[in-house]
């Protein structure tokens, strides 16, 4: 059983990291803020969604599990927030900002 955990963690937790590249080369080949914003939240939330459901087996209890699962829903809430704040800026300086 623990070698089935150790390998969906492995995969898990590689698959997010490959969707953290897809959001840096997305940050990078995309044209304006608002296609920058899009590639590193979708990528990002998804990203550390599999990396910490990786990490859920190997923890040692439920209250590392639930701290694991917080900082990840603290990490959302702060994201959403942050875009947010960078499109209405980006809006408000215009097309050419």
Same mark, same amino acid.
């Given at each position: 059983?623990?070698? !089935?955990?150790?390998?969906?963690? @492995? @995969?898990?937790?590689?698959?997010? /990291?490959?969707?953290?590249? &897809? ?15 899009? !590639?590193?939240?979708? !990528?990002? #939330?998804?990203?550390?969604?599999? @990396? ?7 923890? #040692? ?8 699962? /917080? $900082?990840?829903? $603290?990490?959302?809430? &702060?994201?959403? !927030?942050?875009?947010?704040? $960078?499109?209405?800026? &980006?809006?408000? /300086?215009?097309?050419? /900002?």
């Amino acid at each position: 059983m623990s070698t !089935a955990l150790d390998i969906f963690t @492995v @995969v898990s937790v590689a698959a997010g /990291a490959l969707f953290f590249l &897809a959001g840096t080369v997305g940050l990078l080949r995309f044209p304006d803020v608002f296609t920058h914003i899009h !590639a590193l939240g979708k !990528a990002d #939330n998804l990203g550390l969604g599999l @990396v910490v459901l990786g990490l859920l087996p190997q923890v #040692n209890g439920l209250l590392a599990g639930l701290k694991l699962v /917080a $900082i990840w829903l $603290i990490v959302l809430l &702060a994201g959403a !927030a942050v875009s947010q704040m $960078i499109a209405r800026a &980006a809006r408000r /300086a215009g097309p050419h /900002a």
